[in-house]
């Protein structure tokens, strides 16, 4: 059984048991790359996804593949699949768009406050008939 083959029986069986959104966004993505016998190295498409296949389905997934009849089973991770640019490339940063002055930003001027009328006014505005 090649290593591929043997990945997609063992993520295969819990596709029956998650719903088909959590099978899509968190068990699809990771990629299995090598497998020796003993360590079984995996790929994810970023660190976010990785951790939580690691907190929610990896000793699923290895109970899976000990039931295919591998005992020991270490596993190891590539590098996130995010692109990584190399130092000695530039790279083009796109200016930040612009947004409207917070009237907490320190250099905004405050907003003009209404006339303050005290409780005591007894003045009253008309009412319509």
Not at 2 to 17: C, I
Not at 33 to 53: E, K, M, Q
Not at 80 to 86: F, Y
Not at 87 to 106: I, K, M, N, Q, Y
Request: charge should be positive.
């Amino acid at each position: 059984m090649t290593v591929q083959l043997m990945w997609d029986e063992a993520v295969g069986r819990l596709k029956s048991r998650v719903s088909s959104q959590n099978y899509d966004t968190w068990l699809r993505p990771i990629e299995v790359r090598t497998f020796d016998g003993s360590t079984l190295r995996l790929r994810a498409p970023n660190s976010f996804v990785r951790s939580w296949f690691e907190s929610n389905f990896l000793r699923t997934v290895l109970d899976e593949l000990r039931e295919l009849g591998h005992a020991e089973i270490r596993v190891e991770w590539e590098a996130d699949g995010e692109r990584e640019v190399p130092l000695d490339e530039p790279v083009e940063l796109s200016p930040p768009p612009r947004t409207h002055r917070s009237r907490f930003h320190p250099r905004c001027r405050p907003l003009p406050r209404p006339p303050h009328r005290s409780p005591s006014c007894s003045r009253r505005l008309p009412t319509r008939m």
